[in-house]
């Protein structure tokens, strides 16, 4: 069975969860993993956000998320799940990017969670052709739990 640790340091009351384990039982079958997957999530506030942008990548601004796989799974493959990674969300600018593209909360904090465990299986955005993969995975998963635009 899938799991998500989640810890909320934000001020932000989360509704999503049943959709994130969806989004993860999803990414199972699109990125073709063989066991179960653990992920841990956390939500910070914009200031924490900033400044871990800052330390991990030396970019001075609130990001929406930052994702940091693991990068042990040939040690860890004893375990009867996959240990993905961690992912750190700033719900201030998932709200913010909700506004601004015209979508539902739901449908912002979905996709942007999608996008970190795309990142978490080694995707990246970096070229054009990179994005084109990455973003392919993400609609996949979107599209196949009925999450649109709207």
């Not at 709200?95 to 990142?119: M, T, V």
Request: charged letters at 30%; glycine letters at 4%; one cysteine or more.
């Amino acid at each position: 069975m899938n799991r998500i640790n989640f810890k909320n340091q934000s001020f932000h009351r989360f509704n999503f969860m049943k959709d994130f384990l969806d989004i993860l039982e999803e990414s199972k079958i699109e990125f073709g993993a063989k066991k179960s997957l653990c992920v841990d999530v956390m939500f910070v506030t914009a200031k924490k956000m900033k400044k871990l942008n800052n330390l991990h990548r030396q970019k001075n601004y609130t990001t929406d998320i930052l994702s940091f796989p693991l990068d042990s799974q040939e040690e860890l493959n004893f375990l009867d799940e996959i240990e993905l990674g961690q992912i750190i969300i700033s719900p201030w600018k998932i709200k913010k990017q909700a506004k601004e593209f015209n979508h539902s909360l739901r449908r912002e904090f979905c996709y942007i969670f999608a996008h970190g465990i795309a990142h978490l299986f080694g995707f990246d955005h970096i070229t054009e052709e990179e994005a084109k993969i990455m973003n392919g995975h993400v609609d996949n998963i979107m599209n196949k739990l009925n999450i649109k635009r709207i």
